[in-house]
């Protein structure tokens, strides 16, 4: 799976217990655990037999990743959380994360703070 999404001048990334990409085109500093917006994933392209995940993020020569279990519940269109915490729910996309929004390489972050930037995320099976 694989799908972009845009920076804001408003991220922050500075969560401790998510991360999440959204649909929505604008951000307060209150969505602190977003690394990015209008992202344009499509439910239909998510693999219903995944298990464990790597998210691959990529801006420029900047690169990260994020090793996760995948939610079979995740039923959300416009909010992919992925959480350090086993908790689930419809807009959970992955648990028990290594990584979350305060994790994520700084450089990262502050290209994500540009509102032209646009981060590439590749979801893969993890072995």
Known sequence: MHFTAKGHENVLSIHRNTVEFTHETHLTKQGDCILAIHANYMLKDINPDWKKIKIHLKIDNIEDEIIAEYNSGFTNPHEMVIRK?????????????????????????????????????TITPYF
């Open 85 to 121: 915490t086993n908790f689930t729910d419809q807009r959970t996309f992955a648990i028990n994360a290594d990584k979350v929004a305060k994790d994520i390489k700084r450089e990262l972050v502050e290209k994500m703070k540009n509102k032209e930037a646009v981060l590439d995320i």
